[in-house]
């Protein structure tokens, strides 16, 4: 987890923001309603769909925040079947990136982590609970001047670990299966998405500067967006230890550096995947080629070719931890959008793409959804 949470540094300061406008800070206080759902590892593979309550206090990029999840799991073991699934927990929030629409809204690319405890009581008898560390990333939609209106969709990692269970479990639980090499897994993986509704507070300090935003910007010829940070959902079947296996990954990808029409990015990946309690980390590089852009007047869309490696440290039950390297060439389909006044990053972006995946276990096919912020 320490390196997770070093890689992310890295890439960050690595993509450095514009400077031609501060951020917006943040409503000194935020309520949020919304959903949750996703898998986590509570003594085995958990299904969970939850209502997401939460309070934050901001300022400047900042915000401290403490949730509640309120909602109910499932097993895919019979034993357990299904109970009241609740998670409670504390963290920060730091606004990575924002761009201006207008005078009045932004987008903005936000990291999170904190700590929480994680519970399900089952149906049919029986308690599992244990402590995790989080690690997200996400975007927001923000109203700025006056009271906040905003919509949050992110996503999370969840880390705990399994050698707590036998202590916390009371009755029937639902057991990890354990191979033939590892009794356990250093940790356990889970994967959350959130969709939220919010509300803040008005900051008296937050001017809105309607007349610094031009209603019909100028059209300007396309160019690769520079010093970029975005974030990354990936989803796919790879060969892994000889066997295909369905892998799940949250990224973070930074650089935009360019060379020409070219653009070379830095990718980390936290990933999970099917099969032994499988989790790891990918770190990557990609260069992209634009085959065909469309200008419009407010910014472009574009078809890119796009090649590239890396190399991911894994872990599971059976295998022990092993290194796994690949190398991908695909496609991506992409629009871009520039800001129209004073902005802290002149350009958002966000794209769909298509990789096939090689590596000497096979060939595999990974499809990812992606935003970005840049220059």
Same mark, same amino acid.
């Given at each position: 987890?320490?390196?997770?949470? !070093? +890689?992310?540094?890295?890439?960050?300061?690595?993509?450095?923001?514009?400077?031609?406008?501060?951020?917006?800070?943040?409503?000194?206080?935020? +309520?949020?309603?919304?959903?949750?759902?996703?898998?986590?590892?509570?003594?085995?593979?958990? @299904?969970?769909? %939850?209502? /997401?309550?939460?309070?934050?206090?901001?300022?400047?990029?900042?915000?401290?925040?403490?949730?509640?999840?309120?909602?109910?799991?499932?097993?895919?073991?019979? %034993?357990?079947?299904?109970? #009241? $699934? /609740? *998670?409670?927990?504390?963290?920060?929030?730091?606004?990575?990136?924002?761009?201006?629409?207008?005078?009045?809204?932004?987008?903005?690319?936000?990291?999170?982590?904190?700590?929480?405890? #994680?519970?399900?009581?089952?149906?049919?008898?029986?308690?599992?609970?244990? $402590?995790?560390?989080?690690?997200?990333?996400?975007?927001?939609?923000?109203?700025?001047?006056?009271?906040?209106?905003?919509?949050?969709?992110?996503?999370?990692?969840?880390?705990?670990?399994? =050698? !707590?269970?036998?202590?916390?479990?009371?009755?029937?639980?639902?057991?990890?299966?354990?191979?033939?090499?590892?009794?356990? @897994?250093?940790?356990?993986?889970?994967?959350?998405?959130?969709?939220?509704?919010?509300?803040? !507070?008005?900051?008296?300090?937050?001017?809105?500067?309607? =007349?610094?935003?031009?209603? =019909?910007?100028?059209?300007? *010829?396309?160019?690769?967006?520079?010093?970029?940070?975005?974030?990354?959902?990936?989803?796919?079947?790879?060969?892994?230890?000889?066997?295909?296996?369905?892998?799940?990954?949250?990224?973070?990808?930074?650089?935009?550096?360019?060379?020409?029409?070219?653009?070379? #990015?830095?990718?980390? /990946?936290?990933?999970?995947?099917?099969? $032994?309690?499988?989790?790891?980390?990918?770190?990557?590089?990609?260069? $992209?080629?634009?085959?065909?852009?469309?200008?419009?007047?407010?910014?472009?869309?574009?078809?890119?070719?796009?090649?590239?490696?890396?190399?991911?440290?894994?872990?599971? =039950?059976?295998?022990?931890?092993?290194?796994?390297?690949?190398?991908?060439?695909?496609?991506?389909?992409?629009?871009?959008?520039?800001? @129209?006044?004073?902005?802290?990053?002149?350009?958002?972006?966000?794209?769909?793409?298509?990789?096939?995946?090689?590596?000497?276990?096979?060939?595999?096919?990974?499809?990812?959804?992606?935003?970005?912020?840049?220059?």
């Amino acid at each position: 987890m320490r390196n997770a949470i !070093a +890689v992310f540094v890295v890439i960050v300061a690595g993509a450095r923001a514009a400077v031609a406008e501060p951020v917006v800070p943040v409503p000194p206080l935020m +309520v949020t309603l919304g959903y949750a759902g996703g898998v986590s590892h509570l003594g085995g593979e958990v @299904t969970a769909s %939850q209502l /997401d309550l939460e309070v934050a206090i901001g300022a400047a990029r900042w915000q401290a925040f403490g949730e509640a999840l309120i909602g109910r799991g499932s097993s895919p073991d019979p %034993q357990s079947a299904s109970g #009241d $699934h /609740d *998670r409670v927990g504390l963290g920060v929030r730091w606004l990575a990136r924002e761009v201006r629409v207008d005078a009045t809204s932004g987008l903005d690319m936000y990291l999170e982590s904190g700590i929480g405890l #994680d519970s399900i009581a089952w149906d049919r008898g029986g308690r599992i609970q244990h $402590h995790d560390v989080m690690v997200g990333v996400g975007s927001m939609i923000r109203k700025i001047g006056g009271q906040h209106l905003g919509f949050r969709f992110g996503l999370r990692v969840l880390v705990g670990e399994p =050698d !707590a269970l036998p202590h916390a479990c009371r009755g029937t639980c639902a057991r990890v299966a354990t191979g033939t090499t590892n009794e356990t @897994t250093p940790i356990e993986a889970g994967f959350l998405g959130v969709f939220a509704m919010q509300w803040g !507070a008005a900051d008296p300090t937050v001017v809105v500067r309607r =007349d610094a935003y031009a209603t =019909d910007p100028p059209a300007r *010829r396309w160019q690769p967006a520079r010093h970029t940070l975005g974030w990354a959902l990936r989803l796919g079947s790879e060969p892994i230890a000889g066997t295909s296996r369905f892998a799940a990954g949250i990224g973070i990808e930074g650089g935009g550096l360019g060379i020409g029409r070219l653009r070379v #990015d830095g990718e980390y /990946d936290l990933l999970v995947y099917d099969g $032994h309690g499988g989790s790891g980390q990918r770190l990557g590089v990609a260069v $992209h080629n634009p085959l065909c852009v469309s200008e419009m007047r407010r910014g472009s869309a574009y078809l890119a070719s796009e090649v590239g490696a890396g190399a991911a440290l894994l872990h599971d =039950d059976v295998h022990g931890r092993f290194l796994h390297g690949d190398a991908f060439a695909g496609v991506r389909f992409g629009v871009d959008a520039r800001a @129209t006044g004073p902005s802290s990053s002149q350009s958002y972006g966000s794209y769909a793409s298509l990789r096939a995946v090689f590596n000497p276990g096979g060939v595999g096919v990974m499809f990812g959804i992606a935003t970005e912020w840049g220059e």
